[in-house]
């Protein structure tokens, strides 16, 4: 069964700090990016940040120099380190798995999403 647990969101006052982490199934056998994206209320979704299996990083403007992205490539495990949280960081925060698993083929599999709420 091919499943990506998020954990970490929460409750947090303007300029704290939220820890995501996303674990993949090792039904995905073979990972190439993990990212996450957000959606806030009557928005888009949006990439927030990215990582390739080498370790290269983009961001969205936005969460530059304050959102940190990694990944275990032997654990299929991604975190998105988050500081100086902005009430407009306020989301359901999804993680990506752009990989191949068995039946599925190579395609994105996506998280249930974890809240992330920053107060002002």
């Known amino acids: 069964q091919v499943q990506l647990v998020e954990s970490g969101g929460g409750l947090v006052q303007a300029g704290g700090s939220l820890r995501l982490s996303c674990v993949a199934s090792?039904?995905?056998?073979?990972?190439?990016?993990m990212g996450w994206y957000r959606q806030a209320p009557g928005k888009q979704r949006e990439l927030v940040a990215v990582i390739t299996r080498g370790g290269s990083t983009n961001y969205v403007d936005s969460v530059k120099g304050r959102f940190t992205i990694s990944r275990d490539n032997a654990k299929n495990t991604a975190s998105l380190q988050m500081n100086s949280l902005k009430p407009e960081d306020t989301a359901v925060y999804y993680c990506?798995?752009?990989?191949?698993?068995?039946?599925?083929?190579?395609?994105?599999?996506w998280g249930q999403g974890t809240q992330v709420t920053v107060s002002s």
């Open positions: 990506n798995v752009h990989g191949f698993a068995l039946v599925y083929g190579t395609r994105d599999f």
């Open positions: 090792r039904s995905i056998v073979s990972i190439d990016t």
